[in-house]
């Protein structure tokens, strides 16, 4: 891809490299809007991450004992569709601060996380040293990932919740997925379920079916860590930009690359998925979460 500047390009396990977009595009609208909204999102994820990651977690050594102590605790849902993971090899996308990624690596797994923020990175990478295992972290975003990259090398793709929202179009995002698979890989998709982020919404102290299921537009909304960090006033926060998708979207993306989805769950009974304040019990009515898995055949 000419319009990528990539550094520190080491294929070693442990290493941390970046992938850079050049200022030239090439394509049509779709490219150049993906790469402006990631501008955007990149501002954000860099812009308080690492902090908003040691006062949720405490510090990477302090964390790393935690998942030392229960590795699994982290990943379960995700393993109840693996199995045994020693020696496979996982991709985790937008995998953040990395938390999983080490757990996995704790199990056996060699892992490689793609994210666009270096503060995220930065986390990950000193709590997998912290846990003692290698873990490789390509700072970049996904649809701009080098070729070599792109290749049938992973056993598992995981894409983890709130991430789908980033991209304009899901048609590339699970292209690259797929291409990524071994024949027989599986993809692990799990999100915030569109009813609960694209119809419901919060009134005083009830859940009421306010919002535009429907609704195509992109929204201006804080960074996911942003309640982590003290507000200043006289420096606002960077903020995202967001494309919420119906779940008939999502599926038809996927089927579209040529997955087989072999399951669709919608989760109930996941408290945090739901505002602070929403109705006891709701959580046990809605689906907060969903998770599909797909074959590569």
Do not use: C
């Amino acid at each position: 891809m000419d319009n990528l500047i990539v550094q520190g390009s080491g294929r070693k396990s442990g290493e941390l490299w970046e992938v850079r977009p050049s200022k030239r595009f090439s394509g049509g609208d779709g490219i150049l809007r993906q790469s402006e909204l990631s501008r955007i999102n990149r501002a954000g994820w860099n812009d308080g991450a690492y902090q908003a990651w040691v006062n949720r977690h405490g510090s990477p050594k302090d964390y790393a004992l935690t998942l030392m102590k229960n590795p699994q605790q982290k990943v379960m849902k995700y393993l109840n569709h693996m199995g045994d993971i020693r020696g496979k090899r996982i991709a985790n996308l937008l995998g953040s601060k990395g938390n999983k990624a080490v757990s996995f690596a704790l199990l056996g797994a060699e892992v490689t996380v793609v994210d666009i923020s270096k503060e995220n990175s930065k986390y990950a990478m000193e709590l997998a040293e912290a846990a003692g295992v290698d873990i490789r972290y390509i700072v970049s975003d996904l649809v701009e990932i080098p070729s070599e990259e792109k290749k049938a090398d992973y056993d598992f793709v995981i894409l983890e919740v709130g991430v789908l929202h980033y991209f304009v179009d899901l048609v590339p995002v699970f292209t690259i997925v797929i291409n990524m698979l071994k024949k027989g890989g599986t993809l692990i998709l799990r999100d915030f379920h569109p009813m609960l982020t694209k119809l419901l919404t919060l009134e005083g102290s009830k859940m009421v079916a306010a919002g535009d299921y429907f609704d195509s537009g992109e929204k201006e909304v804080d960074v996911a860590f942003r309640k982590l960090l003290k507000t200043d006033p006289l420096h606002p926060s960077a903020k995202n930009r967001i494309r919420r998708w119906t779940l008939g979207d999502i599926i038809t993306a996927v089927g579209t690359t040529g997955f087989t989805i072999t399951q669709l769950e919608e989760e109930a009974g996941i408290r945090w998925a739901f505002p602070a304040k929403s109705p006891i019990g709701i959580e046990d009515n809605i689906p907060g979460l969903f998770t599909i898995i797909a074959e590569k055949k």
